[in-house]
């Protein structure tokens, strides 16, 4: 394990100076001096908070995850049903540059199990077993105030939109040029998909 941490700040910032080269350049070029200097510390306080590269992006990894949250829960306030998933996968869309970003960090550690094994040994808690709990949750919300028929398995529904999620997200591939034409996919696609689930809901 990595010795005890003296100054937590440090710590955050190492992680959140990797997350940026990790947006910009992939795991595999994101080396330990590249973050030192992104950081602007020395090599010797990344080997200092962390053990090794693997636990440094373990750490990139849950940042990113809390960043998605975070958008997540500012979106939503106290929206509840459909209209708290609608609010909830835009937040979570590539619709601008901030959120894609997000989208290229998860997109760079893509069949990175070894990195999403440890963020869920340590317990990393925003990630996709987070979202999927949500989602079910409150797509039974939309079920028992009637936005839904009763015959709609929530879990069933979680999966389907998790799945559109995820493609339109790896549409961009990390893109900038692509975020435009995604975008206005993104929110059609969204659209059309809750009025196939309820055509008497009207986004807010």
């Known amino acids: 394990m990595a010795r005890r941490t003296r100054d937590p700040e440090c710590r955050r910032r190492l992680t959140a100076g990797a997350w940026r080269l990790v947006a910009r350049h ?5 080396t ?3 973050i030192a200097a992104e950081a602007g510390v020395s090599t010797g306080s990344v080997t200092h908070y962390f053990e ?9 990894l849950r940042y ?17 049903g459909l209209e708290a998933v609608r609010r909830g996968v835009e937040a979570l869309l590539p619709l601008d540059e901030a959120r894609l970003r997000t989208w290229t960090v998860w997109l ?3 069949g990175d199990r070894a990195a999403h094994e440890l963020t869920a040994k340590e317990g990393g808690g925003a990630g996709y077993g987070a979202l999927t709990g949500w989602l079910t949750q409150v797509f039974a919300d939309a079920v028992a105030a009637g ?3 009763s015959t709609v398995d929530p879990r069933h529904e ?5 799945v559109l999620l995820g493609g339109l997200g790896l549409l961009t591939g ?10 206005r996919l993104s929110q059609r696609m969204l659209a059309d998909h809750l009025a196939q689930l309820s055509p008497a809901y009207v986004a807010g």
């Open 52 to 60: 090794d590269k693997a636990e440094l992006m373990s750490s990139v």
């Open 26 to 30: 992939g795991v595999e070029a994101t």
């Open 174 to 183: 990390g893109s900038p040029a692509l975020l435009g034409q995604v975008a």
């Open 32 to 34: 330990v001096r590249a």
């Open 147 to 149: 936005e839904l028929p």
């Open 158 to 162: 979680t999966d389907r939109m998790l």
């Open 108 to 110: 760079a550690f893509w």
């Open 64 to 80: 990113n995850n809390r960043l998605a949250t975070e958008q997540v829960l500012a979106a939503v306030s106290d929206a509840t």
